[in-house]
Nanobody
């Protein structure tokens, strides 16, 4: 059974930092893009950041550029999202997700291109 398990969510004040981590149980972890999405109450799930299978390429939503950093460790089957300078607008449930295709050349941003999802980690930023 495939499992993606997020950890590291929590509550911070504006300007604070959090680090999310996602552990992936798949033996094929190193062959696919990993991404973070988020979903705020009443809003659609949106792409936050993605990293290709080797870690050589990353992609970020405009609203998180230069504040968030995505990374992966293929020896540990983990992907992380370092979040700095958080604002209340970043409040959401954050999900890690695994691309449904292996060795994809581009980092896709559509949720339906991701097959496996974690259970979500709540991030709350207060003003």
């Amino acid at each position: 059974q495939v499992r993606l398990v997020e950890s590291g969510g929590g509550s911070v004040q504006t300007g604070g930092s959090l680090r999310l981590s996602c552990a992936d149980s798949r033996s094929t972890f190193a062959s696919g893009t990993m991404a973070w999405f988020r979903q705020a109450p009443g809003k659609e799930r949106e792409f936050v950041a993605g990293i290709n299978y080797s870690g050589s390429d990353t992609s970020y939503a405009d609203f998180v550029k230069e504040r968030f950093t995505i990374s992966r460790d293929n020896t540990k089957n983990t992907v992380a999202l370092e979040m700095n300078n958080l604002t209340p607008e970043d409040t959401a449930v954050y999900y890690c997700a695994a691309d449904r295709r292996a060795y994809r050349a581009l980092i896709v941003r559509l949720p339906n291109e991701y097959l496996y999802w974690g259970q979500g980690a709540q991030v709350t930023v207060s003003s």
